[in-house]
């Protein structure tokens, strides 16, 4: 039961199939809310409890004295394994909308990559502990009552707890490194951090100043070593009429919801034009499906002829 609740909220990444706009509002919304992982972990528990009603107990079972099967306890099972698939989620990716459909907002803070190989080594550790218990165990009591596997349970929540929060300490020392530079003789005005996956150390830094956004790569434990003159320059575009129509349109109002930095490219296509909007948090380069743009087309008398949600993979090509 704690597999299956902790392993189905990932089924709402079936709203790919229908584009990006689909997905940024489908993904991790549906069944990563509250109430859409409450009602998921009651459907769960009920189909648990009815399948052990119509299935007959054997006698082996009935021999070992276990407890009947209840819903109650089922129901805080499913409910232990949604929660810790939030919990992941709001420290991983792009966040939850938690509280879907009654409000469109993302939380979460972004202190692991969506994958993390050092995640993985953890829970891996914990699955490895129980055994390792097993052999000291069997060596110490030499037969007696075996131990159950809930010490190497709690150490691997531990860790993980630990780990992550190691990884927002990181994280706001990367900022507050980034802002205590001057990018090309401009001063940050914001910064952001962002994980890398080589290394929990290593962080992604972008430092937005009046016209620019500012990228380096930045790691709190070798703070003198970073060098900002060497940040790659990204320049915002000048306020012009084709920006300001395209950044009023519906597709721009769900992307900005969305995008936790946002940049702009307006392009002079013959007459007509053309406003990209992308997420600086994602490098252009990436391929994930997070990784979403806006695009908006306009006629040369700026009267908008597209609209889109675009997936930057396709729309690169």
Not at 108 to 113: D, H, Q, S, V
Not at 217 to 241: A, C, H, L, M, N
Request: glycine fraction near 8%; charged fraction near 20%.
């Amino acid at each position: 039961m704690m597999v299956v609740s902790g392993l189905l909220p990932d089924l709402d990444y079936a709203s790919y199939l229908g584009g990006a706009g689909a997905f940024i509002g489908w993904h991790r919304a549906v069944l990563h809310s509250v109430i859409g992982a409450g009602v998921m972990v009651c459907m769960i528990a009920g189909a648990f409890f009815v399948l052990d009603r119509r299935i007959p107990p054997s006698k082996s079972k009935a021999a070992g004295g276990l407890l009947p099967f209840r819903f109650g306890p089922a129901l805080v099972v499913c409910a232990l394994g949604a929660a810790g698939h939030l919990l992941l989620d709001l420290v991983s990716g792009v966040g939850v909308q938690l509280l879907w459909p009654f409000r469109v907002h993302w939380y979460g803070r972004e202190l692991a990559k969506n994958f993390d190989p050092w995640v993985l080594a953890l829970l891996v550790i914990g699955l490895l502990l129980p055994l390792l218990f097993k052999l000291v165990n069997e060596e110490v009591t030499s037969g007696q009552k075996r131990r159950s596997g809930a010490p190497s349970a709690i150490v691997t929540l531990v860790l993980l707890a630990a780990y992550f929060g190691l990884r927002a300490q990181w994280r706001g020392e990367a900022v507050d490194l980034l802002l205590s530079r001057e990018y090309h003789g401009r001063i940050a005005l914001a910064g952001y951090a962002f994980p890398e996956a080589s290394s929990p150390l290593n962080w992604r830094g972008i430092a937005v100043t009046d016209d620019t956004l500012e990228e380096a790569e930045v790691s709190p434990t070798r703070g003198e070593e970073f060098d900002s003159s060497s940040s790659i320059t990204r320049y915002k575009p000048q306020d012009s009429p084709a920006l300001e129509i395209a950044e009023k349109s519906a597709a721009a109002a769900k992307f900005l919801e969305y995008a936790r930095v946002p940049i702009a490219r307006v392009q002079r296509m013959e007459d007509d034009y053309r406003v990209d909007v992308r997420d600086a948090r994602f490098p252009e380069e990436e391929d994930e499906a997070a990784n979403v743009i806006l695009r908006v087309d306009l006629s040369s008398n700026l009267q908008i002829r597209s609209e889109e949600l675009l997936f930057a993979s396709s729309a690169n090509r």
